[in-house]
């Protein structure tokens, strides 16, 4: 790996720029998340801390008017018990909250055991008048530690006490004195407990019904001073101690306690639950955050889409900004090695007034030192440099004539020799044919049928010899550089395909021959005995390399030339043989072609006719899908 040092200066610029824009876009990005997310947190504080507070309201009305039936109902049913004038329960501001009668509730107690009672914070008894009838009455006071919460107040008749003799009065009276106090100290007792029931069980049905009515409310949570749960949305934890951390604070005195559940997304707000000014507990309310994590989702989504696009568009900066210096610094490198070579005339293009245009003007003047200098040794060795060079180049002239000859020559050999190779092959079969059939003629007596037979092999080989022998005139005249005699004159390309074809027709082969011709051809000017003969070879190629299958004969006008092609479902030719198919003595090097008679010539030969005629030659074909070969003549003008 490359060390700092080792890098280029694009490279270095590049990389530095990169650096310092991705940590300034992934800074800026985290600056405006942090944001958006504090934002986020604010928002969901703001509406939970609002949930939490309608949610003490609701609890501390909903907590006084339960107190007041429940408690009404339970001094109207200790009202019935036998010796009992009524009960009521006061308030510390003399206002009685339920009584015996109802239409009591909410008028001022003005009895003097009460206000002894709210003086002294302790339990009164005494004679006293309710509703125009003497009564005894006990007052006692409702505490919670030592503060007085309300009053409670029993009434006794005393029918008893007034039909009794004087003597027996003190006994009843101090007998009223002792009930009077039992009966208020287990009425106050069982007001306070039951107030206390009622308050938990109201509470509950508040939280369940919340959270099961809500959609943003998750969890709610009320816990008394003593950090023990009083109500949940979980039932199963009512009764444990809270041991949570914005408990425990808002315990110790905070206002408000904030948390946020990633797992769970939940955002918790603890706050204290007060009646009046008296801390009675905490409520804790659990906010659902899928909104706020889905918002926050797609901000840090954005976020990196933008700090990539910034960071792209750094790179591209990055490139501009190198460019401008390295490519002054490029050009100049590439100056200097073009002078280091030799190249005195090359000067630096000072496009700048900054250190790269000074360190141009200063490799200038050390070129024109050098070439001044270089002058001054030409003068010396001008003349032994010319001697020298026109000593070399005549040497290379001569050496590179010896190698084209040597080449030239290797080739020729090598050609002829497989020339040679190949038409002594190529006589000697049909030759040998031809002896063999006449031999059998002139030795045996043969019956008709057979000599017929006999003499048509001889005509069919005499044929193929003849063939050969018209092969290697044509590329004798071609080797020796005469131009083949052609006589041309307006000809039909169609009528010679077709003529091609009825010859082919005639012979037994396993190809169908299929014809897809234009109709009103235009002519062309040629030799046609020639063409004739091109377009046979064409055919017999086809014929020969093909194992079967169609064979498809076109004669159609394109780019003003009258086009013959012949196409095949034979062997193909490789790709890397389709380049030399052409040349004279050439054939396919493929396994396939080793059995198939042929002197690599037919192809050389139309193709020098076709060009004779100032036309064209193509040829197409992959190995296993068949050739397409044709060739196009100019229409002929007048």
């Not at 919460?149 to 009794?164: D, N, T, W």
């Not at 050609?415 to 079969?429: G, M, P, Y």
């Not at 093909?546 to 479902?569: E, H, L, R, Y």
């Amino acid at each position: 790996m490359l060390s700092l040092k080792d890098m280029g200066i694009r490279t270095k610029i590049i990389a530095a720029m990169v650096i310092l824009l991705a940590f300034i876009g992934l800074l800026s990005f985290w600056a405006s998340y942090m944001h958006e997310k504090k934002s986020l947190l604010a928002n969901m504080q703001d509406n939970a801390v609002i949930l939490n507070r309608a949610l003490i309201i609701s609890i501390t009305n909903q907590k006084s008017i339960a107190e007041k039936v429940n408690l009404q109902t339970l001094v109207e049913d200790l009202s019935l018990t036998d010796g009992i004038f009524g009960v009521w329960v006061i308030d510390n501001n003399c206002r009685i909250t339920s009584a015996t009668f109802r239409n009591q509730v909410g008028e001022i107690a003005s009895s003097h055991l009460i206000s002894e009672v709210l003086q002294k914070g302790y339990y009164v008894s005494g004679f006293d008048t309710k509703m125009g009838e003497e009564v005894y009455s006990a007052v006692y006071p409702l505490k919670k530690g030592e503060k007085v919460l309300g009053l409670l107040e029993v009434a006794f008749e005393l029918r008893e006490y007034r039909h009794a003799h004087s003597k027996d009065r003190i006994q009843l009276g101090a007998q009223l004195e002792t009930d009077s106090r039992i009966m208020a100290e287990s009425l106050s007792y069982s007001i306070q407990n039951m107030q206390d029931v009622n308050e938990l069980i109201h509470i509950q049905r508040l939280v369940d019904r919340l959270t099961a009515e809500s959609d943003i409310i998750s969890r709610i949570m009320i816990v008394d001073d003593n950090s023990r749960i009083i109500a949940c949305s979980d039932s199963n934890r009512v009764g444990l101690i809270a041991d949570d951390k914005g408990v425990r604070a808002i315990i110790h005195g905070a206002n408000i306690y904030t948390r946020l559940f990633r797992r769970q997304k939940i955002y918790m707000v603890d706050m204290p639950l007060r009646i009046g000014d008296e801390f009675k507990g905490v409520v804790s309310i659990g906010y659902d955050a899928t909104d706020y994590y889905i918002h926050l989702s797609q901000i840090f989504d954005f976020g990196l889409l933008i700090a990539g696009m910034g960071i792209l568009m750094g790179i591209l900066l990055s490139f501009q900004v190198a460019n401008s210096i390295i490519m002054p610094l490029r050009r100049l490198t590439g100056v200097t090695k073009k002078l280091a070579g030799g190249d005195l005339s090359q000067r630096a293009v000072v496009s700048s007034n900054d250190e790269i245009g000074t360190l141009a003007m200063a490799f200038n003047r050390m070129a024109e030192d050098l070439t001044r200098s270089k002058e001054k040794i030409d003068q010396y060795s001008k003349n032994l440099e010319e001697k020298v060079r026109q000593r070399t180049g005549e040497l290379e002239i001569s050496n590179q004539e010896l190698r084209i000859i040597q080449n030239e020559l290797l080739e020729a050999n090598m050609a002829k020799a497989e020339f040679l190779n190949r038409a002594s092959h190529q006589l000697r079969t049909p030759l040998t044919s031809l002896l063999g059939y006449s031999e059998i003629l002139l030795t045996r007596v043969l019956a008709e049928s057979q000599k017929k037979e006999f003499l048509g092999f001889i005509n069919e080989e005499s044929i193929h010899l003849s063939k050969i022998v018209d092969d290697l005139l044509d590329i004798s005249r071609i080797e020796s550089q005469k131009v083949f005699e052609f006589v041309k004159k307006p000809v039909h390309l169609d009528d010679l395909l077709v003529e091609s074809i009825k010859f082919y027709s005639k012979a037994e082969t396993d190809h169908r021959i299929i014809t897809d011709i234009e109709q009103n051809l235009p002519v062309v000017s040629a030799d046609d005995y020639k063409i004739g003969q091109v377009i046979k070879k064409l055919i017999d190629n086809a014929i020969k390399y093909s194992p079967g299958g169609d064979i498809v004969c076109k004669a159609f006008v394109k780019n003003n030339t009258v086009c013959i092609s012949v196409q095949d479902q034979g062997i193909g030719i490789s790709q890397q043989d389709l380049p030399h198919i052409f040349d004279k003595f050439f054939r396919g090097k493929q396994k396939e072609t080793t059995h198939i008679n042929g002197t690599g010539l037919g192809l050389s030969i139309a193709k020098d006719i076709v060009e004779a005629h100032d036309g064209k030659i193509d040829i197409e074909s992959e190995l296993g899908k068949g050739t397409i070969i044709g060739f196009g003549l100019p229409i002929f003008k007048n």
